[in-house]
């Protein structure tokens, strides 16, 4: 049996339905660290004994009275976190973990794109929409995509945001919603306190990839935009590739 890890805290999620997920993925001792605590046990080692690692946190982050502040992590975290990547061990980051963090560009650079809550050098804020009924299209033959159907259907949130895909292999394109500025909503807008608004917002058109492997990093990371909720982590065929994303980002310990 290997050993997972698995970071969450700075987003809200349904908290027994994650824990339903995590501990279906096969046969991993879990363990499930949250924010604050989270960022501090990964200072301290909490990296040395896990095979496998899964970001579903959004760090770096406080909310208050319509405004936004951003922090970037410890020393200590940053350091964890790139002795591992720099060893071959890898890692799976999943849904809001593409806005974690705002303030450490490598791990965006590993990631190869970013949620912006804000506008800012970079652009404008991202988008974000809910409860979009989509088809996953499978566009390579790869670990974390095998035994998938060709296309298979999610009802879950999407994100119009940069992706860089000259830095990632894509493994799944959205199919059926276009990503375009009209069919989101600002990430400004709803800090501010005005949800499902784009008054005053513009986007340029982004990159419908939902999944895929980093090119960049170091050692194996794959993203998957899959898991806003409970219906998304029901899903079986996203329980299948993040089953698998785990197994191959790990080296097979499983």
């Not at 279906?24 to 499930?32: K, P, Q, R, Y």
């Not at 980051?93 to 800012?120: I, R, S, V």
Request: proline share 6%.
């Amino acid at each position: 049996m290997g050993s997972l890890l698995v970071l969450s805290g700075g987003h809200p999620y349904e908290e027994g339905p994650f824990d339903e997920l995590i501990h279906a993925l096969g046969n991993w001792d879990v363990t499930h660290l949250v924010h604050p605590e989270a960022e501090q046990k990964v200072a301290d080692g909490a990296l040395n004994e896990a095979d496998a690692l899964l970001f579903y946190d959004m760090g770096g982050y406080t909310f208050a009275d319509g405004a936004v502040a951003v922090r970037a992590p410890s020393q200590a975290f940053r350091k964890a976190i790139t002795q591992r990547f720099s060893s071959g061990k890898g890692a799976v980051a999943m849904h809001h973990a593409l806005a974690g963090w705002a303030e450490w560009p490598e791990w965006h650079d590993w990631l190869g794109g970013q949620f912006h809550y804000q506008p800012g050098k970079h652009g404008p804020d991202s988008g974000y929409r809910h409860d979009v009924a989509y088809d996953a299209r499978i566009v390579a033959s790869h670990p974390v995509t095998q035994g998938l159907p060709e296309s298979f259907s999610v009802t879950d949130e999407l994100y119009l945001c940069p992706i860089d895909e000259s830095a990632i292999t894509p493994l799944a394109r959205a199919e059926g919603f276009d990503f375009t500025r009209d069919n989101f909503y600002s990430a400004a807008n709803a800090v501010a306190g005005e949800m499902f608004s784009r008054e005053g917002w513009d986007h340029p058109q982004g990159s419908n990839c939902v999944a895929w492997e980093s090119r960049t990093c170091p050692a194996p990371l794959v993203y998957l935009q899959f898991g806003d909720g409970p219906d998304t982590y029901a899903n079986p065929h996203v329980r299948r590739m993040l089953e698998q994303a785990l197994e191959y980002t790990s080296g097979g310990t499983a």
